[in-house]
């Protein structure tokens, strides 16, 4: 029974030759060309540059003499053109990216010659860093880093025995002074950095 729907199948197929399925070879149809093994492979005209958006009309006339009036214009006045355009259009302000935890100069970055400059701001956020404590106070210093870290007491044991070590980043001036007092009165020395 199997073998006679089998062949029945068979048969089917091969009456049907131009039906093709993913798995028959383009050589075995009855319409493929072979290519010509002597023929020069097509050459085909690139874009200088990729462009998503496709092609693009070219700009209007009045589109052309704006920029060559703001091309004449003086510097000063084509500086003016960016702020006036947002004004006038309404475009939401920039916020601007604060770059005040990031070392810049370290990588020759913009703000690798402008060293005279970082004296003079002033500094709003510190790091807190434990500098030593007496051993009698160390579970004392433990419970006080515990405290403000939310770590817990293994955690608070490991950092307090790596002295010095940084117990707490970016605090305000305030919140640094406290945390200074707690872990003095504790019997701790820590410094802002």
Do not use: C, W
């Not at 060559?68 to 214009?73: F, N, S």
């Not at 305030?174 to 701790?188: H, M, P």
């Amino acid at each position: 029974m199997k073998s006679l729907t089998l062949l029945r199948s068979i048969r089917i197929r091969a009456t049907h030759r131009d039906i093709t399925g993913p798995l028959q070879s383009r050589s075995f149809q009855p319409d493929f060309v072979p290519a010509d093994p002597k023929a020069k492979p097509q050459k085909y005209k690139l874009p200088p540059f990729y462009d998503p958006y496709g092609m693009r009309p070219p700009p209007s006339d009045k589109i052309i003499q704006l920029a060559e009036k703001i091309a004449a214009l003086p510097t000063e006045e084509r500086m003016q053109i960016g702020p006036t355009l947002i004004e006038r259009l309404r475009h939401p302000k920039m916020q601007s990216v604060s770059v005040e935890g990031v070392d810049l100069s370290a990588q020759g970055g913009p703000r690798a010659g402008s060293a005279k400059t970082d004296e003079k701001v002033e500094k709003t956020v510190f790091d807190i860093k434990l500098e030593k404590f007496d051993a009698a106070a160390k579970i004392k210093v433990i419970k006080e880093v515990r405290a403000f870290t939310n770590l817990g007491l293994k955690e608070a044991k490991d950092m307090v025995e790596k002295v010095p070590v940084v117990v707490k980043q970016e605090v305000t001036k305030e919140e640094a002074n406290e945390i200074i007092e707690k872990i003095k009165a504790a019997g701790g020395v820590a410094v802002m950095e």
